[in-house]
């Protein structure tokens, strides 16, 4: 179930290789991947620093075996009696074993430095996917410094594996979904982990598309429907996803059904289109848009249909006349339901992609070369705006380190995931160069050492969650 990612470049740190080699240390729960835990550092064919930290003089390195996927600590600069181990985390640094400690040991009398032995990053048998961090304690001191988390380039030889595979120390093998984020975030994430194998080729992670299905097939309203119509157009979404990727039948089952559960609520109010919720309380850009996409999408793939491909066309129809796309063809958030004119609420970047996607669909079903056109004309509205591309970089209104609520920060990964389905069905492919430049400054600028991101691509790292770093992998995702 595991591969090995092509290696990244690394440089050789110098690693401080006291003698004689730490006694050996009997772990709490002792992992045996390609290795068992406890194995000496003088068998490592490569020493990779993954990240460092300070306290009382002394330095605390962190070394990774990029090729056995497994780490040890270090500690120079000290002094006899300075002790040094690890920490390991299966839940993306949230949590670690209690007092494990692993490999603790402390410098011999004389010495200046020491190590422990290596351990296990990941646990492959109980598909855990795990960060190490280094921490360390000077002799006689209540002070302890620990490094950043960090793993090896085992699943993460590249930016777009180490960044799924960040989203995946996130994935709730009891549950199906992904912890620190919501339901219909789960869907996104869920889509980003599947995209994420058909563009990289690594497999690793296709046990989630099963585990998720089968685990939540009926909660909530059963075949992943609920009481909020985008919510169910995601779900949908994600199941054509693992559809296209698996040839599973089942997959595109459930994705009609959640159509037909919204098709349940278009009526003719304010002309048409889908409700919010069964409550029938608002109707909003971001479900009609998804309505559009699954329904066209659904047609691409069911031989002889002609009821999606109708419902599809009748959800354009209505999206395009409805107002919610106003004077500077940008979507806003849906209609004044007193008015059924546009509310003027923000334009969220997924409001503008979803219609991207929703359109390069259509165009598939009908040929109709002007949907494209369409599509276009509304994404160089979307990436020139310059209230949603401060200095040229993605960003939600009102956006804010630490902010975004639980919904925001999915938002912008939804919409470079769709602007690369319309930037691929055009010849020219003229948003390449846009979808690097997020990818480029997002790497650079908001990426910690266990290759999570944050809120805001331009950075500052803000914190770490599902929802971010789904968003992050649509864009590594999205960008050639």
């Not at 996917?129 to 209540?142: D, E, H, M, N, T």
């Not at 990727?245 to 098709?263: E, I, N, P, Q, V």
């Not at 002007?370 to 200095?391: F, H, I, V």
Request: charged share 15%; with cysteine.
């Amino acid at each position: 179930m595991h591969v090995l990612a092509p290696l990244l470049a690394v440089v050789m740190a110098a690693t401080p290789t006291p003698s004689p080699s730490p006694a050996a240390v009997t772990p709490s729960a002792a992992i045996c991947d390609k290795y068992c835990d406890a194995r000496d550092p003088a068998l490592s064919p490569g020493d990779r620093e993954g990240a460092s930290a300070s306290v009382s003089g002394r330095r605390i390195t962190l070394h990774l075996d990029d090729a056995d996927d497994m780490g040890w600590a270090a500690i120079t600069g000290g002094a006899a009696g300075d002790h040094v181990w690890l920490d390991r985390s299966f839940d993306a640094g949230r949590t670690w074993a209690s007092g494990s400690k692993l490999g603790d040991t402390a410098t011999p009398p004389g010495g200046t430095g020491w190590r422990t032995l290596m351990y296990n990053v990941d646990d492959w048998a109980n598909k855990g996917v795990g960060l190490l961090r280094a921490c360390g304690q000077p002799s006689g001191s209540g002070s302890i410094a620990c490094t950043g988390w960090a793993r090896t380039t085992w699943n993460a030889g590249d930016r777009r594996t180490a960044a799924a595979t960040a989203l995946m120390e996130r994935y709730n093998l009891g549950t199906g979904l992904f912890d620190t984020t919501g339901w219909w975030n789960s869907a996104n994430a869920l889509t980003a982990i599947i995209d994420n194998v058909r563009v990289s080729g690594m497999g690793s992670y296709r046990y989630a598309i099963d585990t998720t299905y089968t685990k939540n097939l009926a909660a909530q309203g059963g075949q992943f429907r609920n009481d909020y119509l985008d919510d169910t157009g995601w779900w949908g979404l994600a199941w054509v996803d693992a559809y296209d990727l698996t040839g599973d039948s089942r997959y595109l089952s459930t994705a009609r059904a959640d159509a037909d559960h919204m098709y349940a609520y278009w009526d003719g109010v304010c002309g048409g289109g889908v409700w919010w919720n069964t409550s029938r309380t608002t109707k909003n850009a971001i479900p009609n848009s998804l309505y559009i996409e699954l329904n066209a999408a659904l047609h691409n793939r069911i031989p002889g249909d002609t009821a999606y491909l109708a419902r599809a066309r009748a959800g354009w129809a209505w999206f395009s006349a409805s107002g919610v796309i106003n004077g500077s063809n940008l979507v806003n958030d849906g209609l004044n339901m007193t008015t059924c004119a546009n509310n003027g609420e923000p334009v969220w970047t997924y409001n503008q992609g979803v219609p991207l996607a929703a359109l390069t669909e259509l165009y598939r079903a009908t040929g109709d070369a002007g949907l494209l056109t369409k599509a276009r004309g509304m994404a160089d509205a979307s990436t020139t705006n310059g209230t949603l591309n401060p200095g040229g970089v993605l960003r939600d209104p009102g956006e804010t380190a630490g902010g975004g609520g639980a919904d925001g920060p999915t938002f912008k990964g939804v919409y470079v995931r769709d602007l690369a389905v319309l930037n691929a069905a055009l010849p020219d492919r003229p948003y390449t160069g846009y979808l690097q430049r997020q990818a480029n400054t997002a790497y650079v600028s908001d990426r910690n050492s266990a290759e999570a991101y944050g809120l805001m691509w331009a950075g500052p790292f803000d914190q770490a969650d599902a929802a971010r770093q789904q968003s992050a992998v649509d864009l590594m995702n999205a960008a050639p």
